[in-house]
């Protein structure tokens, strides 16, 4: 038998039909079904178990990424509430500054514990002299003319100090500038 031979010989035979049966009720169908036809089924419902793929991905990263939103604003909150504290406590602060400044025996301790524990949390005191002014640190309550000007105002004293939470300013420092 030759090439061309055997070639017609694979084309004439018939493609086997599938006998598929389905229940309905009581009686059992049988259905003949082609190779072709199962073959686009096969098709039909592996686009569906992809799609369904695709929608279960794009699900699985929007609630990833609404987790980490959540987490995010829960963490801001927490820094939040303490530079609320921080905040609220700035007057008993600038009291006991006032008490120091006016002698008063026996609160150097407590200053000292309150300021380093809040310190610890995060709180920054803006309070340097001979620093370049800042205005987003600083609020400029008295100036005076400087002698050089190319290196722009100089914080030449602290009038109040100012105080930081985190990076994040709770009071600007009221200064005298130079300049």
Request: hydrophobic letters at 40%; proline letters at 5%; glycine letters at 8%.
């Amino acid at each position: 038998m030759s090439t061309e031979e055997f070639a017609d010989d694979t084309e004439a035979t018939p493609e086997p039909e599938v006998l598929v049966e389905e229940t309905g009720g009581d009686e059992v169908i049988g259905e003949p079904v082609s190779v072709e036809e199962l073959l686009v089924t096969l098709e039909a419902v592996t686009a569906e178990r992809n799609q369904h793929l695709d929608d279960l991905q794009r699900v699985s990263a929007e609630f990833s990424n609404f987790r980490k939103q959540v987490e995010k604003r829960q963490v801001e909150q927490v820094a939040q509430a303490g530079a609320r504290v921080a905040e609220a406590l700035l007057p008993v602060l600038d009291a006991c500054d006032a008490a120091l400044q006016q002698g008063v025996d026996g609160i150097e301790p407590i200053v000292g514990f309150l300021r380093s524990e809040l310190e610890r949390s995060g709180l920054e005191t803006i309070a340097e002299s001979d620093a370049p002014f800042d205005p987003s640190r600083h609020e400029a309550a008295m100036s005076e003319p400087g002698e050089d000007e190319h290196d722009g105002p100089r914080v030449i004293e602290v009038l109040r100090t100012g105080y930081a939470w985190n990076g994040r300013v709770l009071r600007a420092a009221m200064v005298k500038v130079r300049g």
